[in-house]
């Protein structure tokens, strides 16, 4: 099962800064504010470690995939969700790469499903530690 998705819109944002910027990682933090939502950087430029899970992959197309990664303690409050990744007009504060296009990265959330949540198991968590 993956825990996470995103939209067509987040996938023709993700095209164009992946032609600006290379290669691509999320990382949802546990903070406040922007501090909650999704940022964008370039693969490596942000350290993940083992406070940080691997929630898994977005498929943008072929060959052409971005990780997501979450902190632990956010985790422990979104084990029961799923995460999809969208795109909204407005600026974020932040170091996220979409922030000079104005617009910024969403994550929208439902709840899984008992047949997600039997698929993956209720205490199974994703992969730690650094990308």
């Given at each position: 099962m993956s825990r996470v998705d995103h939209t067509p819109a987040a996938a023709d944002l993700l095209r164009r800064l992946r032609d600006q910027h290379g290669e691509l990682m999320f990382h949802q933090s546990g903070g406040c504010c922007d501090g909650?939502?999704?940022m964008c950087y370039p693969a490596g430029e942000f350290l993940t470690g083992d406070a940080d899970l691997h929630l898994g992959d977005l498929a943008v197309d072929d060959g052409f995939t971005v990780p997501v990664w979450m902190s632990r303690s956010q985790f422990a409050y979104w084990r029961h969700t799923h995460l999809t990744i969208d795109v909204v007009p407005g600026r974020g504060a932040g170091f996220s790469l979409e922030a000079p296009e104005g617009v910024?990265?969403?994550?929208r959330s439902r709840l899984l499903t008992d047949e997600e949540w039997a698929a993956d198991g209720a205490d199974a968590a994703p992969r730690v530690g650094p990308a």
């Open positions: 909650s939502s999704p910024r990265f969403l994550i």
